[in-house]
């Protein structure tokens, strides 16, 4: 069973553990959400002075996350995951 999220007070580490369990780079997800660089999902990650994650990017996350539920396996990581064409 995939671990259930909260809006509006997504941790830095769970986002990183959903980016993780979606097998996405910083990059990846970065691009996904619409930002031009990694730099912002480091930045919300990050254990020391992170920014805090808008409540439109956490509802994005955990809706990726909420979405590929159904594709999990016993480890929280997608079992197949399609990449899209660059």
């Known amino acids: 069973m995939a671990k259930k ?3 509006g007070s997504l941790t830095g580490a769970e986002l990183r553990h959903i980016r993780q369990g979606l097998l ?3 990059k990846e997800l970065a691009r996904v959400l619409g ?5 912002r999902i480091s930045e919300f990650e990050r254990e020391t002075n992170p920014l805090p994650i808008p409540i439109h990017i956490q509802q994005a996350v955990v809706g990726l996350w909420d979405s590929a539920g159904s594709t999990l ?4 990581s997608v079992r197949r995951w399609e990449r899209a064409a660059a």
């Open 5 to 7: 999220y909260t809006v």
């Open 24 to 26: 996405m780079t910083q």
């Open 35 to 39: 930002y031009a660089h990694k730099i």
């Open 73 to 76: 396996d016993a480890q929280g």
